[in-house]
């Protein structure tokens, strides 16, 4: 089926532990970004991509890493974990409509459910 | 920093009343977008109004828009127990900022 999956759902990690999230979307959108969602911030930005081997730093992008070698994956990677970390992540994904990414909608993924302990 | 911020934080009202939340946001758009999020799950898109759009209907939903007063509202009409979850307002370019939503519950 057509749509963007994120893997794992949830995930339990230690602190210092090099963990990465998935992110698969079967549209072929243009843009894909990464958010992460906490209690009383809404969603944050962390990195985002306008096509493939082209990336760009968000709102919160330090202790993240992100590759896009191919335009359906993208994933990302702590590559320390701290427990500031813990947090649910949502991938989302957008088409190109020119002028940037903001005059299409984004698809999100239903997140995964990041804890460092 | 947030650039769209949504007001009341929390909002419960019966089956049948309308909803009105407000975002309000700090710099120039070309266009806001609200999205609902139900629990445990991804955010779904409703709506997207431009900045030289001043009203935008989709079913039950309406979005205004007052680029001058910086704000936005959406109004759900005849709310529905299925209407539950947080909403959230949306702007920005390439790097979109979302407020920290609305939390809607719709008691039957």
């Known amino acids: 089926d057509a749509g963007i999956t994120q893997s794992p759902r949830y995930k339990i990690t230690e602190t210092g532990r090099q963990v990465t999230l998935m992110c698969h979307q079967t549209w072929s959108h243009s843009y894909m970004f990464w958010y992460r969602q906490d209690l009383g911030h809404g969603l944050r930005l962390i990195y985002y991509?306008?096509?493939?081997?082209?990336?760009d730093k968000g709102e919160v992008p330090d202790g993240y890493v992100v590759s896009r070698s191919k335009t359906e994956n993208f994933p990302l990677t702590l590559e320390s974990a701290t427990r500031s970390q813990t947090s649910v992540y949502f991938c989302?994904?957008?088409?190109?409509?020119?002028?940037?990414?903001?005059?299409?909608?984004?698809?999100f993924g239903d997140g995964t459910r990041l804890s460092i302990l | 920093s947030q650039q769209g911020e949504e007001d009341p934080q929390a909002l419960s009202i019966q089956e049948g009343e309308n909803a009105t939340m407000n975002c309000s946001y700090k710099t120039s758009i070309n266009n806001l977008q609200w999205y609902r999020q139900n629990s445990g799950r991804g955010l779904v898109h409703l709506i997207l109004i431009r900045s030289n759009e001043r009203e935008k209907h989709s079913g039950r939903l309406r979005v205004t828009l007052d680029t001058s007063k910086k704000s936005s509202s959406l109004l759900i009409t005849a709310s529905r127990a299925a209407d539950t979850a947080s909403y959230f307002c949306a702007t920005g370019n390439n790097d979109m900022r979302f407020g920290a939503g609305t939390r809607l519950t719709v008691k039957p």
């Open positions: 989302a994904s957008s088409d190109f409509a020119g002028m940037g990414s903001n005059n299409q909608p984004q698809h």
């Open positions: 991509s306008a096509a493939a081997d082209i990336t």
